[in-house]
């Protein structure tokens, strides 16, 4: 087997055949995303489509416990407390070049997913051309409890499915199951039980295929399995003719809806923020289009005071109280996020 490259620490960079494999590395972390990470990430993806012996591109995850946890917000936080605005904008940019690099990557991109993937790691899962995940992964995109809102292009992903069951899924935060998110169209193949190894082998001597792209497409009907109903998708369904213009009746009906109630507990000016940019992704229709809005859109998020609070709450204290403000959905003020979300 031709196998060479570098371990980078939280990234190993390595070729194997035909394939240029991206390892996340920091398996403690469930792989969350550093900014060092994201930038070598970028540079090893160019690297691999200016490389002729390289034909696919596989993304997978190190440790048990998931493909990747997001990104960095604790980082982004303290940049913030620091009045380093900028520099946390900066980070998001970073990331965001990076989603936009592999959602134009001319070359088969292939992840192999795990665990948790959540946040930034459905930035790098969802964007690949094959998206294989093994039983129990469960994915999440939980930006509204920390006062943000989903982002790294998820919105474009999911802009093609329906609006109701999209925006259920963004608002409220819930992580979901294989089921759902093939529904949602986060994943392409549920893998069976103890295949992962077998798969991973295929999807390298994929990369020897004389069209590596077909055989990837072969691949994922070879080995999908029946991943059951979506529940929490069905639960969605009834919310269908809802006024979804509206976010106060959107998150009110949401908090009211079996599998979603924790959206009462998510902060109201990110729950307003959530609504208008998916609305505005399905106008847009352009995956760099959608990133430019969600980095507008994320860069005031990150001034506002729900961004400091709710890190603190969720992933600093952990005593999962945030003390939001406003607290009151109907309190939330929509100019400054209307003509945001409406610029150019």
């Known amino acids: 087997m031709d196998m060479h490259g570098a371990d980078a620490g939280d990234l190993i960079i390595v070729r194997e055949g035909g394939a240029g494999v991206i390892r996340l590395n920091r ?33 997978e995850g190190e440790g048990d416990r998931g493909f990747c946890a997001g990104g960095d917000v604790r980082a982004m936080r303290s940049l913030v407390l620091e009045d380093e605005i900028e520099a946390a ?19 088969p991109t292939v992840v192999l997913a795990h665990g948790v993937v959540m946040g930034g790691g459905i930035g790098i899962a969802g964007h690949c051309q094959f998206r294989f995940a093994v039983p129990g992964a469960q994915f999440a995109m939980p930006e ?8 790294v292009g998820a919105n474009f992903i999911l802009a093609q499915a329906p609006r109701h069951r999209s925006l259920a899924f963004l608002m409220s935060g819930v992580p979901v199951g294989l089921a759902d998110a093939l529904a949602l169209g986060l994943c392409d193949c549920r893998i069976g039980d103890g295949r ?17 792209a077909r055989a990837l497409s072969h691949l994922v009907a070879a080995e999908t399995t029946e991943a059951g109903p979506p529940a929490l998708m069905l639960a969605a369904d ?9 976010p106060a009746i959107a998150a009110a009906a949401l908090a009211a809806t079996a599998g979603f109630e924790v959206t009462a507990r998510r902060s109201p000016t990110s729950l307003v923020a959530t609504l208008l940019v998916q609305l505005a ?8 289009a959608v990133l430019a809005l969600e980095w507008r859109v994320g860069h005031w998020l990150v001034t506002q005071p729900d961004f400091v609070e709710g890190v603190r709450a ?23 996020i209307d003509r945001i979300v409406s610029t150019p």
């Not at 990331?95 to 592999?102: D, I, K, S, V």
């Not at 509204?144 to 982002?151: E, K, M, R, Y």
């Not at 992962?196 to 590596?212: E, F, K, T, Y």
Request: proline fraction near 7%.
């Open 27 to 59: 398996p403690k972390a469930i792989n969350a995303l550093t900014q060092d990470m994201v930038e070598g990430i970028a540079a090893a993806l160019a690297d691999f489509v200016a490389d002729p012996a390289v034909h696919l591109v596989l993304f």
């Open 89 to 107: 904008g900066d980070y998001l940019a970073a990331e965001y070049r990076m989603n936009a690099a592999l959602a134009h990557c001319p070359k």
């Open 144 to 151: 509204s409890a920390i006062g943000f809102l989903p982002d």
């Open 196 to 212: 992962r190894a077998l798969v991973r082998q295929a999807i390298i001597a994929a990369a020897s295929a004389p069209d590596p």
């Open 238 to 246: 009834a919310l269908l003719d809802l006024d979804w213009s509206n």
């Open 281 to 288: 992704a399905r106008r847009l229709g352009t995956i760099d």
């Open 314 to 336: 969720v992933l600093i204290d952990k005593d999962h109280a945030p003390r939001w403000s406003p607290l009151h959905i109907d309190q939330v003020d929509r100019t400054t």
